[in-house]
């Protein structure tokens, strides 16, 4: 029988085994319970990204300095949450990781203290200037990337430096214009796409599909 050929075997018949659990997922997860996920060594930084749903926790984008990270979405995705976790988590795990920023229409990246932002701009030639002097890691975030533009987010795009990490966050169809400024960024193909269109995935050369679930 089937019963005797599982007990020879040595398989615990299914109707035996405790029902799996299986928890719902949060609605709403806030910043400070994501941002003492990261993690910074020597080479790379590991920067949270929202939540894990195989293992309910926070998800993590390792990033390797002297590369790039594009954050792509529409209005209301959540672009300037992800730059501010980034940005947080960051200052809170290296001291010595200098972080800049630049939000040209304000929000929760300009609220943060310490760091490095061009006060007008005017100040922009001199902000990129200071992030190619600097010594040591540096973190560049750029929110609102449709908003900015010229040359001298060009020679930030530009920069080899193994040190820095410049992330870029905007609408998709904005970051893929042929002209646009960042366009050098995205030869490493680190992204965070929200609740990205099928096409998104170009930004990186990867296919997400015909169809997306929807959440």
Known sequence: SVDAAVVELGVEPARHRPVPRID?????????????????????????????????????????????VIVAGAAGTGRSSVLTAFARAAGGVAADLAVFAVAPRGGPLSEIDGLDRPTEPADVSDWVDRIIAAPGRRLVLVDDADRVGGPNFERLAALRDDGVIVVVAGRADDLRAPGHWSRPLLRFRHAVLLRPESSDGDLVRVSLGLRMANF
């Open 24 to 68: 719902a997922l949060p609605a709403v997860i806030s910043i400070d319970e994501v941002v003492g996920a990261a993690v910074v060594v020597d080479r790379a930084i590991s920067i949270p990204v929202g939540l894990d749903v195989r293992t309910a926790s926070p998800a993590l984008s390792v990033v390797p300095f002297g590369e790039n």
